[in-house]
């Protein structure tokens, strides 16, 4: 069975750098796509940003293009989430997912984590 544990969030001030990793365990991570979700109080859960098995397909949503870096190190089996000029809006909880196929969607990830709050204050 795979397991996502995500760390790294905590309170943060506006305009300052955050890293949250992904640990995948019972699986390689080189085995699966992997992605980044969040949810915000009250909204829905949206996707941030997916890595191919590869790394050479990155996609990003449009509200965090240019300020967040996704990244893999499958010698590791981890996952990063590099999340520079944060701002109020992206304060949310961040979910590490692994699945088959490069998506923006959530119903096309099989496996997730627990999540790891990230606040940003202005």
């Known amino acids: 069975q795979l397991q996502l544990v995500e760390v790294g969030g905590g309170l943060v001030q506006a305009g300052r750098s955050l890293r949250v990793s992904c640990t995948v365990s019972?699986?390689?991570?080189?085995?699966?796509?992997m992605c980044w979700f969040r949810q915000a109080p009250g909204k829905a859960r949206e996707f941030v940003s997916v890595?191919?098995?590869?790394?050479?397909?990155?996609n990003y949503a449009d509200n965090v293009k240019g300020r967040f870096t996704i990244s893999r190190d499958d010698a590791k089996n981890m996952v990063y989430l590099q999340m520079d000029s944060l701002k109020p809006e992206d304060t949310a909880v961040y979910y590490c997912?692994?699945?088959?196929?490069?998506?923006?969607?959530?119903?096309?990830?099989?496996?997730w984590g627990q999540g790891t709050q990230v606040t940003v204050s202005s």
């Open positions: 997912a692994a699945g088959s196929q490069v998506a923006t969607t959530k119903e096309r990830y099989a496996y």
């Open positions: 019972g699986r390689p991570s080189v085995v699966y796509v």
């Open positions: 890595i191919s098995r590869s790394g050479s397909s990155i």
